[in-house]
C-alpha cells in the first residue's frame, strides 16, 4: 500500500524541488520559532532566489514521497575541507521514523566521497534537544557555544569524516 520514500540531490534547476523545500523550511521551522520566541529567524525569512543560490552552490538533498517533498538537508564544503550542514527539516507528519538520520547518514556519504570533506559541522539552538539528540546520535558532538541573546545559545556540533556513516553495503527503500 505505502509508498517508499526516496533520497536524492535537489538539482540546481529544479523550481518544484525549490519551492517544496522553502515551504517545507517554513513549516518545520516554525517550532523553533515558537521555542525562541523569534519569528525572524532566517529559515522563516529567506527568499527563493537565495535558496536557489544554495542549491547552486552547495549540495541539497531532499526526501521525496511521491513527488512531494518531505525532507532536506544542505551542506557545503569550505576550504579546510568542513563540511557545514544544515536545515535539516522533516515534515511534521514524517518526524520520529528515521528520516532525518537518514538524510543525514546521507549527505555525509556524498560529501565525504573521494575525501573531500574531513571534518563536518552543524549547530542548532540549546533548547533544540531533539535535534542535540538525533546529532549526539549520529557521533557530533559539541565544539563551542556562542550566545546570540538572553534566549538564544547556539551549539555547534561536529564530527571527523572517519566517524561519518559507511557506505551501504546495498541499496533499500523504506
Given at each position: 500500500?505505502?509508498?517508499?520514500?526516496?533520497?536524492?540531490?535537489?538539482?540546481?534547476?529544479?523550481?518544484?524541488?525549490?519551492?517544496?523545500i522553502l515551504k517545507l523550511q517554513?513549516?518545520?521551522?516554525?517550532?523553533?520559532?515558537?521555542?525562541?520566541?523569534?519569528?525572524?529567524?532566517?529559515?522563516?525569512?529567506?527568499?527563493?532566489?537565495?535558496?536557489?543560490?544554495?542549491?547552486?552552490?552547495?549540495?541539497?538533498?531532499?526526501?521525496?514521497?511521491?513527488?512531494?517533498?518531505?525532507?532536506?538537508?544542505?551542506?557545503?564544503?569550505?576550504?579546510?575541507?568542513?563540511?557545514?550542514?544544515?536545515?535539516?527539516?522533516?515534515?511534521?507528519?514524517?518526524?520520529?521514523?528515521?528520516?532525518?538520520?537518514?538524510?543525514?547518514?546521507?549527505?555525509?556519504?556524498?560529501?565525504?566521497?573521494?575525501?573531500?570533506?574531513?571534518?563536518?559541522?552543524?549547530?542548532?539552538?540549546?533548547?533544540?534537544?531533539?535535534?542535540?539528540?538525533?546529532?549526539?546520535?549520529?557521533?557530533?558532538?559539541?565544539?563551542?557555544?556562542?550566545?546570540?541573546?538572553?534566549?538564544?545559545?547556539?551549539?555547534?556540533?561536529?564530527?571527523?569524516?572517519?566517524?561519518?556513516?559507511?557506505?551501504?553495503?546495498?541499496?533499500?527503500?523504506?
Amino acid at each position: 500500500m505505502g509508498m517508499s520514500v526516496t533520497i536524492s540531490e535537489a538539482a540546481a534547476d529544479d523550481q518544484d524541488a525549490a519551492e517544496q523545500i522553502l515551504k517545507l523550511q517554513y513549516l518545520c521551522y516554525q517550532s523553533e520559532a515558537e521555542l525562541y520566541g523569534d519569528y525572524s529567524i532566517e529559515p522563516l525569512t529567506q527568499s527563493l532566489d537565495s535558496l536557489k543560490a544554495e542549491l547552486a552552490g552547495g549540495t541539497v538533498l531532499v526526501a521525496r514521497l511521491g513527488t512531494e517533498v518531505v525532507a532536506s538537508v544542505r551542506a557545503s564544503v569550505d576550504g579546510t575541507g568542513t563540511a557545514r550542514v544544515g536545515k535539516l527539516v522533516v515534515h511534521p507528519r514524517m518526524q520520529r521514523h528515521g528520516l532525518g538520520g537518514r538524510l543525514l547518514d546521507a549527505i555525509e556519504r556524498r560529501l565525504g566521497e573521494g575525501g573531500a570533506a574531513r571534518r563536518f559541522e552543524l549547530f542548532t539552538g540549546h533548547r533544540s534537544e531533539s535535534n542535540l539528540q538525533l546529532y549526539r546520535k549520529h557521533g557530533y558532538a559539541p565544539v563551542s557555544t556562542r550566545r546570540v541573546d538572553e534566549k538564544l545559545t547556539v551549539v555547534t556540533l561536529a564530527k571527523d569524516a572517519t566517524d561519518a556513516a559507511p557506505a551501504p553495503a546495498f541499496v533499500a527503500s523504506a
